[in-house]
């Protein structure tokens, strides 16, 4: 059963000419920032539902560079979550998308390939990157818009997680989006756009940098140049770049292997907590 509108997409649409010449004009890359997304009592009850940080649905991306837990199964949800991504996945708010980055045909992915629901906890982070270029599945589509929307019931700048936009050549963060709740950033990926929260959190434990990211795509013609997740280092990063070198081609490597032979991140993750059960029996 859906839920009531949560989505206030009047208001958005009424602002479209404005937003529109916003994001055209955001730098590094397209973007724009929206505010108050959710009414109040309907931001209220999703913030309310999401699941717990110690909720057995989260799996893991636990590497070099990133530690964060994600979610990317609708039907375990809850209604209000699942509501809220059947309404930003709907005709009207695509529609919306369309006419705000000027992307004519996007299409929405409930499949989730790297979407869904997102946390990261205390000590984690997500180094500066682009976002893989096409689908999983998919094979003939292209990633063409992100949105973020964060669904913290409480953040304070000084826990970090402030999502930083880079230019190209890694000079510096040329913006910089502070994951306040009932807040929904849009952007262009490609090539060229660049972000992260690198720095670890310091927010108290039991507490999570909470978000809903959903991702649409165009159908190509043909099959479009496939990307994995390119990780940058930051100039402070220092020597540290090596590591982050490293893992990113790990991810490379691991992005091949799963396309060509249809392994899920479920089976990996399987198969790791099998690896480290029989480590931790040998140790003993």
Known sequence: MTLPSLVDLRDLEDRLAELRATYAAAHPFPHVVLDDVLGEAAFARVAADFPDVDDPTWQGYLHVNETKYGNTKPETWPESLRSL??????????????????????????????????????????????????????????????????????????????????????????????????????FTTDARSYHGHPDPLTCPPGVARRSLALYYFTEEDERPERRPTHYRARPEDGARRWLIWADRTAVDLYDRFKRRYGITDDKTTALLNKVNRLRRRRSR
């Open 85 to 186: 991504a059947e309404q930003l996945t709907a005709p009207r708010f695509v529609h919306f998308l369309e006419e705000l980055t000027g992307i004519p045909d996007l299409l929405p992915d409930w499949s989730m390939d790297g979407g869904g629901l997102h946390q990261t906890m205390r000590g984690g982070h997500l180094n500066v990157h682009t976002d893989f270029t096409t689908h999983h599945v998919n094979e003939t589509w292209r990633r063409r818009v992100n949105i973020l929307l964060y669904l913290n019931s409480e953040w304070r700048p000084e826990w970090g997680g402030q999502l930083e936009l880079w230019d190209v050549d890694m000079t510096a963060a040329q913006a910089v989006v502070e994951p306040a709740g009932n807040r929904m950033l849009v």
